[in-house]
């Protein structure tokens, strides 16, 4: 399991864009039964910095390339290894948003009909690439998402089968957000457990935490911000970690899908400010 999120933010005079990860992978594994139960381990890096273009890239469902076979690269390694060599090929955003869509069509198979279903129509993996562009005669954040499934962007312009490099935030509908002082973030990945809790709940809560003790969550500037991602992520790996499911009447622990270091990315219009893992 996976959960990598990507915002794009303003501050006051400063824009910026906050990207975190964390680094869990569950595998199929075999318990002394014979029985086949999910199992967490820790130490993929999710989230990258891509040095050319002061920009940041992550993944989410695909843990090896090609995805399909037993013997693939680890998506980390084949993403570093993807950058390095065909550093002489991109020279923008746009570029290395078309050569990954170029290259995964070759590795990843089109989803049939049912396994776009099953999928709920979300795909089964994708890639997060965020940074700034000239616009008008100003820098300005963007984000491409790199996926197969259905754009919820785009819509019916794309064959969810296949991985279509989507243009989910240009300058123009950034701008259109911050002029209405509201900020854009994709998250992928086992993202339910925290949709539940962040999108109900802790808007509302920072909001009374100020109006109560005058509190300001996060503080407003970019690298905070990605803090406080990190923040959240953790939140949702501890409730992995204490979580049960109903199996047939039986609780049954939960693999903690959701855990290990996390890493943050942080950008402005003047490049990469700050990439850690803790």
């Known amino acids: 399991m996976t959960l990598i999120i990507t915002e794009l933010h303003r501050f006051g005079a400063e824009r910026g864009i906050a990207m975190a990860a964390d680094t869990a992978i569950t595998e199929d594994s075999k318990t002394v039964d014979g029985l086949i139960e999910d199992r967490a381990f820790f130490g993929l890096t999710k989230l ?6 002061n920009a940041g890239i ?22 570093k290894n993807f950058l390095v060599t065909k550093w002489g090929d991109y ?4 570029d290395l948003a078309g050569l990954l869509e170029k290259e995964l069509r070759k590795l990843v198979p089109p989803m049939s009909n049912d396994e776009l ?21 100003e820098k300005v954040p963007c984000f491409w998402h790199i996926h197969n499934g259905i754009s919820q962007v785009l819509g019916d312009k794309i064959d969810p089968h296949i991985v279509n490099a989507n243009y989910d935030c240009p300058p123009e509908k950034y701008l259109e957000l911050e002029r209405r002082g509201a900020s854009y973030q994709t998250r992928n990945g086992d993202y339910q457990p925290y949709a539940h809790f962040f999108d109900k709940h802790l808007s509302a809560y920072c909001k009374e935490l100020y109006a109560a003790e005058g509190y300001i969550v996060p503080i407003p500037t ?3 911000a990605a803090n406080f991602l990190r923040t959240q992520i953790r939140f949702i790996s501890g409730i992995y970690e204490v979580a049960g499911i109903n199996d047939k009447g039986s609780i049954k622990r939960v693999a903690n899908g959701i855990g290990g270091n996390v890493i943050t990315l942080t950008l402005t219009k003047d490049g990469i400010q700050n990439y850690k893992e803790s």
Do not use: C, R
């Open 48 to 53: 990258l910095p891509v040095q050319k273009l």
């Open 117 to 137: 279903n099953i999928s709920e129509g979300i795909g089964n993996g994708g890639i997060h690439l965020a940074g700034f562009v000239e616009h008008d005669k």
């Open 91 to 94: 020279n923008s955003l746009n």
């Open 222 to 224: 970019i690298d905070f």
């Open 58 to 79: 992550s993944y989410w469902g695909w843990t090896k390339m090609a995805p399909s076979s037993k013997s693939g690269v680890w998506m980390d390694w084949w993403l």
